[in-house]
């Protein structure tokens, strides 16, 4: 599938051109069918302008997230059912079980290539009609049956980052779209230390890209972003470990979704990660009509709005919801007591 049209002729343009010159030679070594759709204009609307909006409004979106449930689970998903499959096979490292009638998703076995966190909207339905094949294998096995195979792929480099953004400078691509003004960066006490190019290209924790070193009478640790208003155009930014400022107990969350379509109780305890690749954190979850509040054990480093917190039962993924505010200082949300 073709996702994304690049308007500058430039970075992820180049990298799906090889995408799909590798797709085509293992059809062709499989004596198999390719058919390529282009999805560009689903991803435009469904994904990319949810990116955008929730930029602009200060927030740090997931487009991955969006991608698995408005794109390959459903505009894909749908191609693939036009053209008489009966399901999709993707390359997700997670897996799906079903259990006394329904589906569940599980964690991939590889712990450090584990993508359920990308896939927590999935629904029953969705499942029903996928799977993941290398779910059960790690990356190592996985490119050696590659290998074996005849598989040129079989050493390609692993992809990172936004798909859509490929090797190029963030803040210079979103500022394509989303042009922005100077605006002061601020001490925790309301001071002006400096200027930043526009808010709305920082995220919580953030310490690149400030230019704060040369700031009279502070000591040379480094600044860390933890708050910013994108309708006053500040960053607040403060020295040293920061987790003062930064770290929150309770998260205030809306579009829950959950694979079993509901969920396992009104309360009800678990672990949950609020990023990628974060080890488990102990929490309550308190589903209240359509959002819900989480209370960790202990406090979580610059949970950000926007992003994702996904939870678990050991080896199953129940669902997740998008985190709104904190109790972090500048979270929106009054400080635990």
């Not at 797709?23 to 560009?40: E, K, M, V, Y």
């Not at 998903?77 to 009966?86: E, T, V």
């Not at 500040?234 to 829950?256: C, F, I, K, N």
């Not at 969920?263 to 209240?288: E, H, I, M, N």
Request: charged share 20%; glycine share 10%.
């Amino acid at each position: 599938m073709h996702n994304w049209n690049d308007p500058g002729g430039k970075g992820s343009a180049c990298q799906a051109d090889k995408d799909r010159k590798d797709a085509t030679r293992i059809a062709g070594q499989l004596n198999i069918p390719i058919h390529i759709r282009d999805f560009s204009q689903n991803y435009w609307d469904d994904v990319f302008r949810h990116f955008l909006d929730e930029y602009a409004a200060g927030r740090t979106p997931n487009p991955d997230v969006l991608c698995n449930r408005e794109i390959k689970f459903k505009t894909f998903l749908q191609a693939a059912i036009d053209l008489g499959a009966g399901c999709i096979a993707t390359g997700h490292y997670a897996r799906i079980r079903k259990h006394q009638g329904h589906y569940q998703l599980l964690r991939g076995c590889d712990p450090d290539k584990d993508q359920s966190y990308f896939l927590h909207t999935l629904g029953q339905q969705q499942l029903a009609q996928a799977c993941f094949p290398i779910g059960d294998l790690r990356k190592p096995q996985v490119r050696e049956l590659a290998r074996q195979a005849g598989f040129a792929t079989y050493d390609k480099k692993d992809s990172t980052g936004v798909c859509f953004i490929g090797e190029r400078d963030f803040r210079k691509f979103l500022a394509h779209y989303l042009p922005a003004q100077p605006g002061f960066i601020l001490d925790t006490q309301g001071h002006p230390l400096g200027e930043h190019p526009g808010a709305l290209y920082f995220t919580l924790g953030q310490r690149q890209g400030l230019g704060l070193g040369g700031v009279q009478g502070a000591h040379q640790a480094p600044w860390y972003v933890v708050g910013k208003n994108v309708t006053h155009n500040t960053l607040t930014v403060a020295q040293g470990d920061a987790g003062h400022w930064l770290d929150a107990l309770r998260l205030l969350t809306s579009q829950p979704s959950w694979v079993a379509e509901k969920p396992p109780g009104k309360s009800f305890l678990c672990t949950a990660k609020t990023r990628y690749r974060q080890p488990d954190q102990s929490c309550q979850v308190q589903v209240l009509d359509d959002h819900c509040e989480v209370i960790f054990e202990q406090a979580q480093r610059a949970p950000t709005p926007g992003q994702a917190v996904v939870f678990y039962a050991e080896e199953l993924c129940l669902g997740g919801a998008t985190i709104e505010a904190t109790d972090a200082a500048f979270g929106g949300l009054e400080a635990s007591t």
